[in-house]
T-cell receptor, first 112, second 111 residues
């Protein structure tokens, strides 16, 4: 069974440019999470989806970050415009009805 | 708010048992304790979880105190590949099954 797939694996962009990350969760998993992980820190939740509905986006900086999960499957996280402080690893995770959360490999963003 | 407290780092000799402690003094009766680990440049990996009883699987054992305010993850025979950051997480049912990560314990297995 394929795990959570994220792309790209690495991304380097100049500040003020837009960037998007893509996540394909495990088939059948209704819950999808986006986390941000700074160097030396634990993951911090940005947003959680139940199917296509964002049920908790209180930690998402809505002035520049947006996310969508069309049809309740794949999800995209976007930053526009990116700032130097956005450099981090962006992790996607999914969870089924009675399972633990499975994480992808993450996307390492570097803003220069 | 911090949900769990873990020591920032630990060492363990290869082949010996690694005992990683975690305090979760504000845990509620219906909240689970989860353990994940993160090897460098990878996403967190599930290890084990429990509610009240001690649990064991092919990776580790989880010992939860009777008052549920602390727990210990045990890797019975640590190998070099167990070197990772270990996160103790309380599944906060009140806020809808969120997983809140702390800063974890960086375990180094020494040859």
């Amino acid at each position: 069974e394929a795990g959570v797939v994220q792309s790209p694996r690495y991304k380097i962009i100049e500040k003020k440019q837009p960037v998007a990350f893509w996540c394909n969760p495990i088939s059948g998993h209704n819950t999808l999470y986006w986390y941000l992980q700074n160097l030396g820190q634990g993951p911090e939740l940005l947003i959680r989806y139940e199917n296509e509905e964002a049920v908790d986006d209180s930690q998402l900086p809505k002035d520049r970050f947006s996310a969508e999960r069309l049809k309740g499957v794949d999800s995209t996280l976007k930053i526009q415009p990116a700032e130097l402080g956005d450099s981090a690893v962006y992790l996607c995770a999914s969870r089924g009805q009675n399972t633990e959360a499975f994480f992808g490999q993450g996307t390492r963003l570097t803003v220069v | 708010d911090a949900k769990t407290t873990q020591p920032p780092s630990m060492d363990c000799a290869e082949g010996r048992a690694a005992n990683l402690p975690c305090n979760h003094s504000t845990i509620s009766g219906n909240e689970y304790v989860y353990w994940y680990r993160q090897i460098h440049s990878q996403g967190p990996q599930y290890i084990i979880h429990g509610l009240k009883n001690n649990e064991t699987n092919e990776m580790a054992s989880l010992i939860i105190t009777e008052d549920r305010k602390s727990s210990t993850l045990i890797l019975p025979h640590a190998t070099l590949r167990d070197t990772a950051v270990y996160y103790c997480i309380v599944r906060v049912v009140r806020t809808g099954n969120q997983f809140y990560f702390g800063t974890g314990t960086s375990l180094t297995v020494i040859p």
